[in-house]
């Protein structure tokens, strides 16, 4: 996933639609195609770019520089929304990207967002709790003109979470007294007006993409065109399987709830497996993942063999790239980018992989999977549990009514289940080969283009 594959894709949506005269759009008459080009040119382009270095006193006395970056990218659907991460793979064009990906994540979830994101170029391992503070509030210095609970909305993403989003909130507060602040950031501590279950959302988001796929299938509610019947009789042995296994990239906050979900969701699921970036802990008979998560969360890292015999679990440990693959049915990337590429591409055994990450395949990998008739359920559909849970946080912000743990993850549950299945019954339904990725890029891409129209960003 790059700058250049993800405005190709738009474009390549773009001119599909100007060729096909697709439902939504039989009512734009002739300027059709000259709204849509325009319309695309938007999207292939960026609002606005933040940028500046992060300076602060270290703790050993020398200034430590961090180059920062914040884009929004469009808001023709409301507000720009994304989340801020630290992390040395940061770049301004990474982060264009991601913003891209936002604005279309929000779309296709019709939620009131437009897509922005942030990121700081850090080795958040290599730097005290006080060090991470000073960065953040030095990242909401250089926005505070630009973020805002109307205006731009930032999350946590990789390498950030809750503590940040509470130590942003704060700096916001000192900076703009008098001020609306408390919807400026979501993901916040539960005592600190965030929201229950917000940890947890994007990791069941993600699986319940999955799980919503095969549940279609199983009970006949989407029609299919008869090209897609391979497809249909994967998706049924797999939901028929006594026992499905499941392979998770990752062990953080959203592979750890995914795989949690996956153990006990109501179909039988065994995860066989669950990694990080030093190994994979491994075993064929399935993973106690409830276990191992507190050990994961104490020791930021997982278990070796001794540990693992100490925990009295019998699993392997193989090494990091391991997980991608193994033998089994369903593969959750919930990691990071580009890890399943050219080159290992070929050795991808799994029937179903899930991107709970942003861009976990490559273009390359992902036509080259697609057409061995595997099935990708991509990003900015599999990944909004996040996004949507901050979402109902923001309400929340602003009718300080607190929702159970359990309201929040039913109400997200019923908006994935809903965006999921409109995007399926589309896909079954279709008569051209599109992957499932180019249908999701080309439902949002209706959506933003329908409402710059509307709203006069494009004449
Ligand atoms: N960073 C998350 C994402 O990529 C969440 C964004 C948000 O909650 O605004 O979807």
């Known amino acids: 996933m ?34 849509l080009n325009q319309g695309g040119e ?73 897509g922005g994101k942030g990121g700081v170029h850090i080795d958040v391992r290599k730097h005290s709790e006080r060090e991470l503070k000073e960065v953040s509030h030095a990242f909401v210095r250089l926005l505070q003109n630009d973020i805002g609970p109307y205006r731009d909305i930032p999350a946590p993403d990789v390498g950030s979470g809750t503590q940040l989003m509470d130590w942003m909130t704060e700096e ?18 539960v005592e600190n007006g965030g929201t229950n279950g917000r940890a947890e959302s994007t990791g069941i988001g993600t699986f319940l993409s999955y799980y919503y796929l095969v549940d279609a299938v199983l009970n006949g509610s989407l029609k299919m065109n008869g090209k897609h019947s391979d497809k249909k009789e994967m998706i049924q042995a797999i939901g028929k399987k006594e026992n499905v296994t499941v392979a998770v990239q990752g062990f953080g906050n959203l592979s750890r709830a995914a795989a949690i979900e996956a153990k006990n969701s109501e179909r039988k699921h065994t995860v066989i497996a669950v990694s990080d970036s030093r190994s994979t802990v491994y075993s064929a008979k399935g993973l106690d993942v409830e276990k191992l998560a507190p050990f994961k969360e104490e020791n930021d890292r997982l278990p070796n063999d001794k540990e693992l015999k100490d925990m009295g679990m019998e699993a392997e440990v193989l090494d990091p790239n391991a997980v991608l693959t193994l033998d089994c049915d369903v593969l959750i990337l919930g990691a990071i980018e580009d890890q399943i590429t050219i080159e290992n591409q070929a050795d991808i055994k799994a029937v179903i992989l899930v991107e709970g990450a942003n861009g976990p395949l490559t273009q390359t990998a992902d036509e080259y999977l697609t057409a061995q008739g595997k099935i990708v359920i991509p990003d900015i559909l599999a990944n909004a549990g996040g996004v949507t849970v901050s979402y109902l946080e923001w309400v929340q912000g602003f009718t300080n009514e607190v929702k159970s743990k359990e309201d929040i993850l039913e109400n997200m549950s019923e908006r994935m289940k809903e965006v999921s299945m409109r995007v399926y019954k589309a ?13 999701c890029y080309k439902l949002a891409v209706v959506r933003v283009i329908q409402l710059m129209k509307t709203s006069g960003k494009i004449i």
């Open 427 to 439: 896909y079954f339904s279709c008569e051209h080969d599109e992957s499932l990725r180019f249908l």
């Open 42 to 114: 938007l999207l292939k382009g960026i609002d606005k770019l933040i940028s500046g270095d992060l300076r602060i006193k270290k703790d050993d006395g020398s200034i430590g520089t961090y180059q920062a970056y914040r884009v929004q990218h469009n808001n023709a659907c409301g507000y720009y929304k994304g989340g801020i991460r630290f992390s040395t793979g940061v770049n301004q064009s990474e982060v264009k990207t991601l913003a891209m990906l936002m604005t279309l994540k929000n779309a296709l979830h019709d939620l009131p967002y437009g």
């Open 2 to 35: 790059t700058e250049n594959t993800t405005t190709q894709l738009i474009q390549e949506v773009v001119d599909y639609l100007v060729e096909t005269d697709t439902q939504e759009l039989s009512g734009w008459g002739e300027n059709r195609s000259d709204w």
């Open 172 to 189: 916001y507060k000192q900076l703009h007294p008098n001020q609306p602040f408390i919807n400026t950031f979501t993901g916040k501590s």
